[in-house]
């Protein structure tokens, strides 16, 4: 009887191992939903087909294979890359003498161009993994499609033990899936904390475990310029906070490249005409000097200081950033630059005397005039150097007029005087593709399980016709690093964008259950701890031996994993011995 | 001209870099409150003068000694310890040849008792950095003040670069020092998520740096028990998340060592009647079975669990708690045991029909009569095995009555119906020793700056007799790990709880401006992320070349600081170059 007790124990015990499990707040409410099956993915794909029939996998035989992967490097690579994603447990190298072996994945893609990933790409895909066969297949129309495939390949494995043997199991499944939006973007502030290359690398590797296809660099702002620029040396010399807290222009190349790699676009934007004080310690022309009465250079408490936001009245200004621009759109590869143009504070322009002048002069009669001068000849730049363009919504919410090929990024959130969703409507109306981030200001931390609020928030959920909503083209988490830096932004920023990853990808029909998909949520965090990605909880509860050594921002070395498995193996070993003899 | 500019921008650079340096939000705000020097300690002492007068240390030659080293551990590791803390940035080895040298510091205590920390200890120090000698001098009464003037001797050293050179420079100081409070507590719980070890001995490290003094290990609770007993393996064999999952007796002996070498007290908590679930795996009939009309083990969503908290009417719930709590004295040295006894809810005794037997037969007639019933027998058991002991407020909120020597911590935060002042007052009015938690619950996050909240916070701030007041013996910051795991507990503790440490620490009078800590607060930050623990920003800005390099949890390795150094040098001499010729 003792004998059966232990060895009951012991099973439990394996199941509590191989399994994360996310747990109650207090035992009078227990967790509402349905528990996922292990190799639940995330986001949910529009159509998913699971069988009870499981195959098994060998990891030194598996075949992950493509008959593009001489081809195409974003191919090869991905090839290489889930191969160690998806044999990413400590494990039995055999396979499961209880179930048939699935042998290999084939991806075929139809057509092989090999670029850069941009705006409306196809990443449809079908992924068939028949219990009849030994063979799987992913086909997608691009490569963007083979990669969002492999992602979810490489969920729906799982690991199970079975008579002391770890083994890698899969689910015979099908599915076709495709994105509900092709803008599904995250946004990082590098200006107020210089984020270190090697956190925003690992963060570009959470981004593809969540289908996440857009990194909005806000590289500058007032506080510092991190950029180096060939043409400008003196904007880092001065801007940056330190010579050490620099992204020199190979870092960027390398981020880029990464990002090509896993099908993420990156958009840099260089935020004008405010949030620009960092431009004007080597550059003081560029700025408006403010004045109080006749006395320039006056800060003014809460109002304005000494001198900021750019001189809209000088040639000098718009050349500068036709330059710069020009060197950015050599560096970075994106169709896309983001022209920022959010929080253009009056006070400053109206007090100088050169810009009154200067606005008689142009016959501009409000300062909505004037921005609307700037806007409109900085938009004229960046088109005449082949940028398309992306601005936030400020201009537009006081009646400045923009062309109709600019993105709109709509950031406010509702208080008592808006509604975020009205804006979004207004927007669109006036024939303006949106990205929506109003509900997804990752920085807005508070207690609790905020990731709820971001899952229930949609993008169109505003009243409006089907092709005013067909103008909103997707959305952003956006991360503002005032209080965040290389300390705790992985762990604030994961798994909490994962939540909007889930909005923008899946059918909303699909995921309107907060309930259930807190427990794919949880698997999916604990699946990205296991890959060095320290994304934190969203309750009580615990993954598996990896969160022992999944160290923020450190890759977990499977070493350690190892040893810790191991380990733990002993003691259940141990166990499982006392209850057998 | 130009030349000159450079110049000014490569001294500039030089600021920068040798020191941190945390930002406005916006520009029109600059940040008000007055700059500290480099090197001013955090929490702020009771006494200090600091003059002009600056000395150079050598890395190499400095004599940090003690009499008593041979004697006693304490002394031995701590001048070993602080050694590296104090020479912890990449420098010359030569002293700059603009000071005058400090040769040594020499620490003497007149009682050389070197056991375990305890309430009451006498911290009392003074430390004095002549001018005109090249030998300083600590002495303390006690090994506890020793160590706490050891901490802000390694706080007072800074560095500053001279033509290229990185010097270790301290001002001529005179501290007389000593404590606010003696009880200077940190709160972890450990069963909602398992913290790892390291993690919890990292943390023991920072709450030197800030003169805490006594880590309150909330170990077990309704998700887990991770406590490894000998008496009862079964305890974590079926209550430990997962055989990873739990503290060997051996860790818990190596957490309570290095403690005791930084004078850090541990204080288990076995939290008991409630918050016992993860106790009913392996023993269930030390719960009550909650019924639903006749039916036992019947949950009741939002009310009841199908069985929960102890149940007080069988003497083996008594023994049980008696051997446990035997054991754990034996393992933890420290004279106090927390007991819990929080949010003891009702309705499941109140359900149970053996229960409502009990109370007839006590003639117990209220539930907070069977409440009274418990905590003293429990309080009795411990006092009976030599234990002092402290609980939460809970009790004496519904009138039980516990022994007066009880020391209660009230940790009920403000609302509508409650002042937390008030709590305090109550409590200290029935002769209870105090220790405030309320405005302290660091595991509630919110949006920004909110240390400022937790350092305007004074736990004596209640209407009473002095008499009263000097009843509130301590306070203490708790972190409950529902949402808090080891990949963001120690960048969400600190630098949050270093605002509490200054004011369980220091005078409120000297203490009374945020606007003039936040500069101190930063700087220590910074000194923390310079010694390895991941502490997050309270604003824009930057720490030095180690803040790119100190990944969270993971100590710092002093080599990639060196090449980051050498690299950012090697900038700097180029503009340098530039400039001259």
Redesign the interface.
Known sequence: MNCIMLFI?YL??FI??SYC?V????????LKGERSDPGSPWPLPRSWTRTIATLTLAPDTFELKSAHSKDCDIIEQALLRYRGLIFDQPSSTKISPNHRELESMRVTISDTSCGYPKLGDDEHYTLSIPSYSHGATIKAKTVWGALRALETFSQLVFTKNQDGHNYYLINATTIEDWPRFSYRGLHIDTA???I?VNILLKNLEAMAYNKLNVFHWHISD???FPLESKLFPNLT??GA?????IYRQSDVRRIISEARLRGIRVIPEIDTPGHT?SFGKAFPKLLTACYVGDEPFQ???????EA?ILNPSRNYTYQFFKDLFTEIRGLFRDEYIHLGMDEV?PECWESNPEIREFMNLQNLRTMTELEQYYARRTIATAKQIGYKYMIWQDPLDKGVQVSNDTIVQVWKSSDEKRNWQDDVRSIARKRHQVIVSSCWYL???????DWIEYYKCDPRSFEGSLDEKEYVIGGEACMW????????IL??IWPRASAVAERLWSHPRDTNSTDDAQFRLDEHRCRM?RRGI?????????C??Y????????IISSQNQLI?LM??LL??TR?NFRAIF
Chains 1, 2 share one sequence.
């Open positions: 124990v439990l015990t509590h191992f499990e747990k109650y707040i207090e035992i009078k409410a227990p107020r904390h210089f270190p007032d506080q510092s010399q001065t906070y330190s010579p050490a807290h004080q800060a003014k408490y809460n109002v304005h200081g900021e504070y920085n807005k931390i508070s207690y609790g399980p690093t005032e209080y965040v830096d290389q300390t705790n762990s604030r701890l320290p994304a934190q909880p969203i309750g009580p509860g615990f598996g031996p969160d022992l050594t999944s160290n923020a921002n450190s810790v380990c733990s003691v259940i166990i």
